[in-house]
């Protein structure tokens, strides 16, 4: 099926942990973002890529590390996970110059 | 900083009533705009965009666009119970870029 994949769907871990989500898109399209919904279900951009180059980064600490090793990948690693850090996070992808954005399934990511 | 408002809700419609979702956006240079689905659990969906001033219409969606009073809404005709679900508005965080920011959402019901 053409979509925007996630893994893993949920993920627990400790605190003070470092963990990855992966996410691959087969849409073909050239931008991906990573997007994060907290608990009040606002939906807010941390990381769009182009290419495999990173366009934008909003204000979102340095513990959170984006890696496009292709332009149909884009993983996300996170370093020393704190309490704050759950939420779900949304892969997304668009074809270039378009906003119309593909969302993956989501990563419920609990931090205890 | 950009900002898009949303009434958060619940806006509660009889089914086969018209709901009205509206949507206002901080930015005056904002050129696209997006309405997206989020039933509980799951991915945002996207269902309607508008570039232009006017309405814009897609079976029982409709799109409404004044970019003078900065404001974006959507219709839907016949509301369903399945149209129960929380809407999304979003518009483009620049215009050199093509990720979203993000409204924080209207809850809809929809009763039988």
């Known amino acids: 099926d053409t979509a925007v994949s996630q893994t893993p769907k949920y993920l627990v871990t400790q605190m003070g942990n470092d963990k990855s989500i992966k996410c691959e898109q087969n849409?073909?399209?050239?931008?991906m973002y990573w997007y994060k919904q907290d608990s009040k279900k606002f939906l807010k951009i941390m990381f769009s890529?182009?290419?495999?180059?990173?366009?934008i980064n909003e204000t979102v600490p340095n513990r959170f590390s984006p890696k496009s090793p292709d332009k149909a990948h884009l993983n996300l690693h996170i370093n020393s996970l704190e309490l704050g850090d759950s939420a779900v996070y949304f892969c997304?992808?668009?074809?270039?110059?378009?906003?119309?954005?593909?969302f993956g399934q989501g990563t419920r990511l609990t931090v205890v | 900083q950009k900002e898009v408002e949303q009434n958060s809700g619940p806006l509660s419609v009889p089914e086969g009533a018209i709901a009205s979702l509206n949507c206002t956006y901080s930015?005056?240079?904002?050129?696209?705009f997006f309405w997206y689905r989020q039933y509980s659990g799951k991915s945002p969906e996207l269902i309607m965009f508008?570039?232009?001033?006017g309405d814009k219409e897609d079976g029982r969606f409709t799109a409404q666009l004044n970019k003078a009073s900065q404001y974006v809404s959507l219709l839907i005709r016949d509301s369903q119970p399945s149209d129960s679900a929380t809407y999304l508005c979003?518009?483009?965080?620049?215009?050199?870029?093509?990720?979203?920011?993000f409204g924080k959402g209207t809850t809809l019901s929809v009763s039988s």
């Open positions: 997304a992808s668009s074809p270039s110059q378009s906003s119309e954005a593909f």
């Open positions: 849409l073909g399209h050239d931008t």
């Open positions: 890529y182009n290419n495999k180059e990173l366009i």
């Open positions: 930015d005056r240079g904002s050129q696209s």
């Open positions: 508008i570039y232009s001033n």
């Open positions: 979003a518009v483009t965080l620049n215009q050199a870029g093509t990720a979203l920011i």
